[in-house]
Protein backbone atom coordinates (compact mmCIF):
# COMPACT_ATOMS: atom_id res chain seq x y z
CA UNK A 1 0.00 0.00 0.00
CA UNK A 2 1.11 3.04 -1.09
CA UNK A 3 0.93 6.42 1.24
CA UNK A 4 1.39 9.62 0.07
CA UNK A 5 2.37 13.31 2.39
CA UNK A 6 1.12 16.28 1.06
CA UNK A 7 3.49 19.33 1.89
CA UNK A 8 6.82 20.89 1.67
CA UNK A 9 7.09 22.12 5.57
CA UNK A 10 8.64 20.67 8.84
CA UNK A 11 5.42 18.38 9.58
CA UNK A 12 5.53 16.80 5.76
CA UNK A 13 9.52 16.55 6.30
CA UNK A 14 9.26 14.76 9.43
CA UNK A 15 5.61 12.58 8.95
CA UNK A 16 6.85 11.15 5.39
CA UNK A 17 9.98 10.55 6.40
CA UNK A 18 9.44 8.73 9.60
CA UNK A 19 6.46 6.65 8.15
CA UNK A 20 8.90 5.51 5.64
CA UNK A 21 11.40 4.44 8.13
CA UNK A 22 8.57 2.05 9.14
CA UNK A 23 9.53 0.50 5.75
CA UNK A 24 6.69 1.79 3.96
CA UNK A 25 6.85 3.67 0.05
CA UNK A 26 5.74 6.97 0.69
CA UNK A 27 5.67 10.03 -1.20
CA UNK A 28 5.84 13.46 0.11
CA UNK A 29 4.49 15.83 -2.70
CA UNK A 30 3.79 19.16 -3.71
CA UNK A 31 2.96 21.75 -6.36
CA UNK A 32 6.16 23.61 -5.73
CA UNK A 33 8.28 22.58 -8.03
CA UNK A 34 11.60 24.44 -6.73
CA UNK A 35 10.73 23.50 -3.11
CA UNK A 36 10.08 19.84 -3.44
CA UNK A 37 13.72 19.72 -5.79
CA UNK A 38 15.32 20.92 -3.10
CA UNK A 39 13.91 18.64 -0.89
CA UNK A 40 14.96 15.52 -3.46
CA UNK A 41 18.32 17.08 -3.18
CA UNK A 42 18.59 16.98 0.96
CA UNK A 43 18.29 20.15 1.27
CA UNK A 44 16.27 20.38 4.32
CA UNK A 45 15.73 23.88 5.11
CA UNK A 46 15.69 23.37 8.77
CA UNK A 47 17.64 21.79 11.29
CA UNK A 48 15.86 19.01 13.36
CA UNK A 49 17.96 16.08 15.12
CA UNK A 50 18.29 13.16 13.37
CA UNK A 51 15.97 14.12 10.61
CA UNK A 52 18.57 14.70 7.98
CA UNK A 53 19.99 10.90 8.63
CA UNK A 54 16.52 9.35 8.57
CA UNK A 55 15.61 11.43 4.97
CA UNK A 56 19.11 10.45 3.44
CA UNK A 57 18.02 6.70 5.08
CA UNK A 58 15.05 6.23 3.39
CA UNK A 59 15.43 7.83 -0.38
CA UNK A 60 18.67 5.59 -0.10
CA UNK A 61 16.48 2.85 0.42
CA UNK A 62 13.87 4.09 -2.50
CA UNK A 63 11.09 3.84 0.37
CA UNK A 64 10.74 7.82 0.54
CA UNK A 65 10.07 9.87 -2.42
CA UNK A 66 9.41 13.37 -3.67
CA UNK A 67 6.56 14.60 -6.56
CA UNK A 68 5.21 17.94 -7.95
CA UNK A 69 2.96 15.36 -9.72
CA UNK A 70 -0.03 15.90 -7.50
CA UNK A 71 -2.80 13.85 -9.63
CA UNK A 72 -0.43 10.58 -10.09
CA UNK A 73 0.26 11.18 -6.87
CA UNK A 74 -2.62 11.00 -5.27
CA UNK A 75 -4.20 8.19 -6.99
CA UNK A 76 -1.57 5.84 -6.71
CA UNK A 77 -1.79 6.33 -3.10
CA UNK A 78 -4.54 4.53 -0.64
CA UNK A 79 -3.94 7.01 2.09
CA UNK A 80 -2.74 10.57 1.87
CA UNK A 81 -1.56 13.32 5.15
CA UNK A 82 -2.25 16.63 4.76
CA UNK A 83 0.94 18.06 6.80
CA UNK A 84 0.69 21.79 6.16
CA UNK A 85 2.81 23.55 9.00
CA UNK A 86 -0.15 26.21 9.05
CA UNK A 87 -3.48 25.93 8.87
CA UNK A 88 -4.85 28.28 6.21
CA UNK A 89 -6.24 26.61 3.06
CA UNK A 90 -6.63 23.15 4.52
CA UNK A 91 -9.89 23.05 4.04
CA UNK A 92 -9.51 23.85 0.06
CA UNK A 93 -6.56 21.44 -0.07
CA UNK A 94 -8.26 18.50 1.20
CA UNK A 95 -11.29 19.06 -1.70
CA UNK A 96 -8.59 19.74 -4.44
CA UNK A 97 -6.83 16.82 -3.57
CA UNK A 98 -10.28 14.26 -3.10
CA UNK A 99 -10.90 15.01 -6.99
CA UNK A 100 -7.62 12.53 -7.60
CA UNK A 101 -9.30 10.37 -4.76
CA UNK A 102 -11.76 7.22 -5.19
CA UNK A 103 -13.73 6.52 -2.10
CA UNK A 104 -11.84 3.88 -1.00
CA UNK A 105 -9.08 6.39 -0.36
CA UNK A 106 -8.37 8.01 3.24
CA UNK A 107 -7.80 11.56 3.80
CA UNK A 108 -5.56 12.13 7.04
CA UNK A 109 -5.58 15.61 8.38
CA UNK A 110 -2.40 16.58 10.36
CA UNK A 111 -1.59 19.95 9.55
CA UNK A 112 -2.80 22.38 12.64
CA UNK A 113 -6.79 22.94 12.16
CA UNK A 114 -9.30 24.89 14.17
CA UNK A 115 -12.21 22.80 15.58
CA UNK A 116 -14.82 22.03 12.74
CA UNK A 117 -12.75 21.87 9.88
CA UNK A 118 -12.90 17.79 9.15
CA UNK A 119 -16.21 18.12 9.88
CA UNK A 120 -16.80 20.80 7.08
CA UNK A 121 -14.81 19.02 5.03
CA UNK A 122 -16.27 15.91 5.15
CA UNK A 123 -19.96 17.96 4.54
CA UNK A 124 -18.35 19.18 1.19
CA UNK A 125 -17.23 15.89 -0.07
CA UNK A 126 -20.35 14.04 1.00
CA UNK A 127 -22.90 16.87 -0.74
CA UNK A 128 -20.61 15.97 -3.84
CA UNK A 129 -21.45 12.57 -3.51
CA UNK A 130 -17.62 11.96 -1.96
CA UNK A 131 -17.36 8.58 0.69
CA UNK A 132 -13.47 9.21 1.21
CA UNK A 133 -12.99 8.38 4.97
CA UNK A 134 -11.72 11.70 6.51
CA UNK A 135 -9.47 11.13 9.60
CA UNK A 136 -8.48 13.96 12.50
CA UNK A 137 -4.50 13.08 13.16
CA UNK A 138 -2.85 15.43 14.67
CA UNK A 139 0.96 14.45 15.35
CA UNK A 140 2.35 15.65 18.35
CA UNK A 141 6.09 16.25 17.92
CA UNK A 142 8.58 18.70 19.40
CA UNK A 143 10.84 21.42 17.99
CA UNK A 144 14.68 19.02 18.42
CA UNK A 145 12.84 15.83 18.95
CA UNK A 146 10.51 15.67 16.55
CA UNK A 147 11.99 12.40 15.15
CA UNK A 148 12.16 11.09 18.85
CA UNK A 149 8.36 12.12 19.48
CA UNK A 150 6.76 10.21 15.74
CA UNK A 151 8.96 7.30 16.59
CA UNK A 152 7.49 7.27 20.45
CA UNK A 153 5.00 8.97 20.94
CA UNK A 154 2.13 9.12 24.08
CA UNK A 155 -0.67 8.16 21.71
CA UNK A 156 -1.71 8.25 18.97
CA UNK A 157 -5.21 10.41 18.07
CA UNK A 158 -7.27 9.20 15.38
CA UNK A 159 -11.18 11.54 15.24
CA UNK A 160 -13.29 9.74 12.77
CA UNK A 161 -16.10 7.36 12.42
CA UNK A 162 -14.92 5.70 9.41
CA UNK A 163 -14.18 1.65 11.08
CA UNK A 164 -11.94 0.82 7.73
CA UNK A 165 -10.06 4.05 8.26
CA UNK A 166 -9.37 3.13 11.87
CA UNK A 167 -7.86 -0.38 10.80
CA UNK A 168 -6.20 1.19 7.64
CA UNK A 169 -4.31 3.74 10.37
CA UNK A 170 -3.56 0.84 13.04
CA UNK A 171 -1.76 -1.42 10.10
CA UNK A 172 0.04 1.98 9.70
CA UNK A 173 1.28 2.50 13.15
CA UNK A 174 1.52 -1.04 13.56
CA UNK A 175 5.26 -1.21 14.91
CA UNK A 176 4.07 1.51 17.45
CA UNK A 177 0.42 0.10 18.32
CA UNK A 178 3.00 -3.41 18.93
CA UNK A 179 5.15 -1.64 21.25
CA UNK A 180 1.94 -0.63 23.44
CA UNK A 181 1.42 2.65 22.19
CA UNK A 182 -2.22 3.84 23.68
CA UNK A 183 -4.56 4.27 20.41
CA UNK A 184 -7.74 7.16 21.17
CA UNK A 185 -10.34 6.80 18.72
CA UNK A 186 -12.70 9.78 19.13
CA UNK A 187 -14.81 12.11 16.89
CA UNK A 188 -13.01 15.17 15.00
CA UNK A 189 -13.93 17.56 17.05
CA UNK A 190 -12.14 16.59 19.92
CA UNK A 191 -8.91 15.22 17.86
CA UNK A 192 -8.93 19.12 16.79
CA UNK A 193 -9.39 20.29 20.34
CA UNK A 194 -6.98 18.12 21.84
CA UNK A 195 -4.25 19.60 19.78
CA UNK A 196 -4.84 23.16 21.18
CA UNK A 197 -5.59 22.08 24.43
CA UNK A 198 -2.51 20.12 24.90
CA UNK A 199 -0.38 23.54 23.43
CA UNK A 200 -2.23 25.47 26.12
CA UNK A 201 -1.83 23.46 29.09
CA UNK A 202 2.03 23.12 28.23
CA UNK A 203 1.93 27.14 27.69
CA UNK A 204 0.19 26.96 31.37
CA UNK A 205 2.75 24.81 32.60
CA UNK A 206 5.46 27.05 31.02
CA UNK A 207 4.22 30.42 32.24
CA UNK A 208 3.61 28.54 35.82
CA UNK A 209 7.03 28.06 36.68
CA UNK A 210 8.38 31.29 35.03
CA UNK A 211 6.50 33.20 37.28
CA UNK A 212 8.04 31.13 39.90
CA UNK A 213 11.46 31.59 38.52
CA UNK A 214 10.53 35.52 39.10
CA UNK A 215 9.48 34.98 42.54
CA UNK A 216 12.38 32.67 43.35
CA UNK A 217 15.22 35.87 42.39
CA UNK A 218 13.01 37.89 45.45
CA UNK A 219 13.26 35.35 47.69
CA UNK A 220 16.79 33.86 47.10
CA UNK A 221 15.18 30.48 46.15
CA UNK A 222 16.44 28.32 43.27
CA UNK A 223 14.48 28.26 40.39
CA UNK A 224 16.01 24.73 38.61
CA UNK A 225 15.82 23.06 42.19
CA UNK A 226 12.19 24.50 42.35
CA UNK A 227 11.64 22.82 39.31
CA UNK A 228 13.04 19.81 40.15
CA UNK A 229 11.26 19.76 43.12
CA UNK A 230 7.70 20.20 41.65
CA UNK A 231 8.33 17.74 38.79
CA UNK A 232 9.13 14.67 40.26
CA UNK A 233 5.69 14.95 41.67
CA UNK A 234 3.73 12.60 39.55
CA UNK A 235 0.89 14.62 39.28
CA UNK A 236 3.05 17.62 37.50
CA UNK A 237 6.07 15.12 35.67
CA UNK A 238 9.34 17.28 34.78
CA UNK A 239 9.15 17.56 31.02
CA UNK A 240 8.86 21.19 30.27
CA UNK A 241 8.91 22.33 33.51
CA UNK A 242 12.25 24.23 33.25
CA UNK A 243 12.19 27.88 34.02
CA UNK A 244 13.15 29.93 30.97
CA UNK A 245 11.78 31.86 28.53
CA UNK A 246 8.57 31.37 27.10
CA UNK A 247 7.11 28.26 24.96
CA UNK A 248 7.88 28.60 21.71
CA UNK A 249 7.87 26.80 17.87
CA UNK A 250 5.75 26.79 14.74
CA UNK A 251 2.94 25.74 15.74
CA UNK A 252 2.29 27.44 19.23
CA UNK A 253 0.94 31.05 18.46
CA UNK A 254 -1.95 29.59 16.07
CA UNK A 255 -3.49 26.84 18.24
CA UNK A 256 -3.34 29.14 21.16
CA UNK A 257 -5.37 32.22 19.01
CA UNK A 258 -7.28 29.72 17.07
CA UNK A 259 -8.67 27.95 20.69
CA UNK A 260 -9.02 31.28 22.29
CA UNK A 261 -11.30 32.67 19.13
CA UNK A 262 -12.94 28.90 19.24
CA UNK A 263 -13.90 29.98 23.41
CA UNK A 264 -15.16 33.15 22.04
CA UNK A 265 -17.03 32.26 19.61
CA UNK A 266 -19.22 29.77 21.54
CA UNK A 267 -19.76 32.26 24.65
CA UNK A 268 -17.52 30.25 26.82
CA UNK A 269 -16.00 32.32 29.89
CA UNK A 270 -13.95 31.52 32.84
CA UNK A 271 -17.19 29.73 34.95
CA UNK A 272 -16.74 28.23 38.17
CA UNK A 273 -16.97 24.69 38.07
CA UNK A 274 -20.04 24.97 40.21
CA UNK A 275 -21.77 27.65 38.06
CA UNK A 276 -21.51 25.06 35.38
CA UNK A 277 -23.31 22.58 36.91
CA UNK A 278 -25.79 24.83 38.00
CA UNK A 279 -26.80 25.87 34.52
CA UNK A 280 -26.48 22.39 33.32
CA UNK A 281 -29.06 21.47 36.21
CA UNK A 282 -31.44 24.55 35.90
CA UNK A 283 -30.99 23.45 32.20
CA UNK A 284 -32.23 20.49 32.52
CA UNK A 285 -34.85 21.24 34.95
CA UNK A 286 -35.96 24.13 33.85
CA UNK A 287 -35.55 25.24 37.69
CA UNK A 288 -34.05 24.03 40.31
CA UNK A 289 -36.68 26.30 42.65
CA UNK A 290 -38.92 23.92 44.70
CA UNK A 291 -37.07 20.57 43.14
CA UNK A 292 -35.41 17.71 44.98
CA UNK A 293 -31.80 17.16 44.53
CA UNK A 294 -29.98 14.18 45.56
CA UNK A 295 -26.23 14.87 45.69
CA UNK A 296 -23.35 12.13 45.93
CA UNK A 297 -20.03 13.14 47.71
CA UNK A 298 -19.41 16.00 49.53
CA UNK A 299 -15.97 15.49 50.12
CA UNK A 300 -13.09 17.45 47.84
CA UNK A 301 -11.63 13.94 46.68
CA UNK A 302 -12.67 10.29 46.94
CA UNK A 303 -10.63 8.68 50.08
CA UNK A 304 -10.93 11.97 51.87
CA UNK A 305 -13.25 13.10 54.65
CA UNK A 306 -11.97 17.04 54.23
CA UNK A 307 -15.08 19.36 52.77
CA UNK A 308 -12.45 22.09 52.43
CA UNK A 309 -12.51 24.03 48.98
CA UNK A 310 -15.12 21.29 47.89
CA UNK A 311 -17.26 22.01 44.53
CA UNK A 312 -19.78 19.69 45.91
CA UNK A 313 -20.11 22.33 49.31
CA UNK A 314 -20.77 24.94 46.50
CA UNK A 315 -22.83 23.37 45.14
CA UNK A 316 -25.23 22.75 47.75
CA UNK A 317 -24.86 25.57 49.17
CA UNK A 318 -26.09 27.16 45.68
CA UNK A 319 -28.79 24.66 45.45
CA UNK A 320 -30.29 25.73 48.47
CA UNK A 321 -29.98 29.53 47.71
CA UNK A 322 -32.06 28.86 45.00
CA UNK A 323 -34.96 27.20 46.30
CA UNK A 324 -34.02 23.01 46.03
CA UNK A 325 -34.26 20.35 48.64
CA UNK A 326 -30.75 18.61 48.86
CA UNK A 327 -30.54 15.21 49.89
CA UNK A 328 -26.86 14.64 50.65
CA UNK A 329 -24.71 11.24 51.11
CA UNK A 330 -20.72 10.95 51.52
CA UNK A 331 -18.94 8.11 52.98
CA UNK A 332 -16.57 9.55 54.88
CA UNK A 333 -17.67 13.49 55.06
CA UNK A 334 -21.05 13.99 56.00
CA UNK A 335 -20.06 15.49 59.65
CA UNK A 336 -17.72 17.93 58.11
CA UNK A 337 -20.72 18.68 55.86
CA UNK A 338 -22.89 18.93 59.03
CA UNK A 339 -20.89 22.26 60.49
CA UNK A 340 -20.87 23.72 57.67
CA UNK A 341 -23.91 24.03 56.14
CA UNK A 342 -25.61 24.41 59.21
CA UNK A 343 -28.93 21.95 58.68
CA UNK A 344 -29.86 23.62 55.45
CA UNK A 345 -29.25 19.28 53.56
CA UNK A 346 -31.13 16.54 54.64
CA UNK A 347 -28.31 13.59 54.79
CA UNK A 348 -28.55 10.32 54.13
CA UNK A 349 -27.13 6.80 54.97
CA UNK A 350 -26.90 5.46 51.39
CA UNK A 351 -27.06 6.76 47.97
CA UNK A 352 -29.70 4.72 47.25
CA UNK A 353 -31.72 6.75 49.98
CA UNK A 354 -30.11 10.15 48.46
CA UNK A 355 -31.69 9.45 44.83
CA UNK A 356 -35.00 8.50 46.66
CA UNK A 357 -38.14 10.29 45.05
CA UNK A 358 -35.37 13.36 43.59
CA UNK A 359 -35.25 15.09 40.12
CA UNK A 360 -32.11 14.83 39.66
CA UNK A 361 -29.01 12.99 41.02
CA UNK A 362 -25.52 14.84 41.01
CA UNK A 363 -22.07 12.70 41.44
CA UNK A 364 -20.54 15.58 43.09
CA UNK A 365 -17.34 13.27 44.27
CA UNK A 366 -15.49 10.37 42.74
CA UNK A 367 -15.94 7.90 44.97
CA UNK A 368 -15.47 4.75 43.13
CA UNK A 369 -18.61 3.15 44.68
CA UNK A 370 -21.07 5.69 43.26
CA UNK A 371 -19.40 3.63 39.69
CA UNK A 372 -20.66 0.20 40.93
CA UNK A 373 -24.01 1.04 42.32
CA UNK A 374 -27.31 -0.64 41.32
CA UNK A 375 -28.61 1.52 38.84
CA UNK A 376 -31.62 -0.16 38.03
CA UNK A 377 -32.04 0.42 41.42
CA UNK A 378 -31.35 3.91 41.26
CA UNK A 379 -33.39 4.83 38.31
CA UNK A 380 -36.75 3.13 40.25
CA UNK A 381 -35.46 5.37 43.54
CA UNK A 382 -35.36 8.66 40.83
CA UNK A 383 -38.67 10.50 40.26
CA UNK A 384 -37.07 11.77 36.90
CA UNK A 385 -33.64 9.46 35.97
CA UNK A 386 -31.82 12.50 35.31
CA UNK A 387 -27.89 11.63 36.37
CA UNK A 388 -25.46 14.83 36.66
CA UNK A 389 -22.46 13.25 36.36
CA UNK A 390 -19.39 15.98 37.26
CA UNK A 391 -16.37 13.62 37.37
CA UNK A 392 -17.51 12.13 34.54
CA UNK A 393 -16.80 8.48 36.22
CA UNK A 394 -19.74 6.43 34.44
CA UNK A 395 -20.32 5.33 31.27
CA UNK A 396 -22.63 7.66 29.31
CA UNK A 397 -23.45 5.01 26.74
CA UNK A 398 -24.41 2.38 29.22
CA UNK A 399 -26.47 4.68 31.67
CA UNK A 400 -28.29 5.93 28.59
CA UNK A 401 -29.11 2.73 27.28
CA UNK A 402 -30.81 2.17 30.94
CA UNK A 403 -32.95 4.43 30.11
CA UNK A 404 -31.34 7.48 32.29
CA UNK A 405 -30.55 11.04 30.97
CA UNK A 406 -27.06 11.02 31.35
CA UNK A 407 -25.45 14.51 32.02
CA UNK A 408 -21.67 14.60 31.72
CA UNK A 409 -19.07 17.57 31.94
CA UNK A 410 -16.85 18.43 28.77
CA UNK A 411 -18.67 15.63 26.83
Known amino acids: MHHAVYGTGYLATVVSSCLADFGLPVTCFHEDVPRIASLARDETPYYEKNLKEVVRRNVRSGRLAFSHDVERTCRKSLMIFIAQDDQEGVEETAIRLSRFCSDDHILVISSPAPVGTAARIERSLRSAGSTIAIV ?189 EVRAYDPAAIEGARAELNGSVRYCESAYAAAEGVDALVLGTAWSEFRSLDFDRIKRALKRPLIVDTKNILDAVRMRSLGFEYVGIGR
Open 136 to 324: SHPVFVTDGCAVEDFNWPDRILLGTDSNAAIQAMKMLYRPLVMRGVPVIVTNHETAELAREASTAFLATKISFINELATLCEHVRADAVDLALALGLDKKIAPRCFQPGTSIGGPFVEAEMESLAQLAVNNGVSNQSLCERIMTKLSSALQSVQGKQVGLLGLAFKPNSNSVVASTSMQLAKRLVNMGA
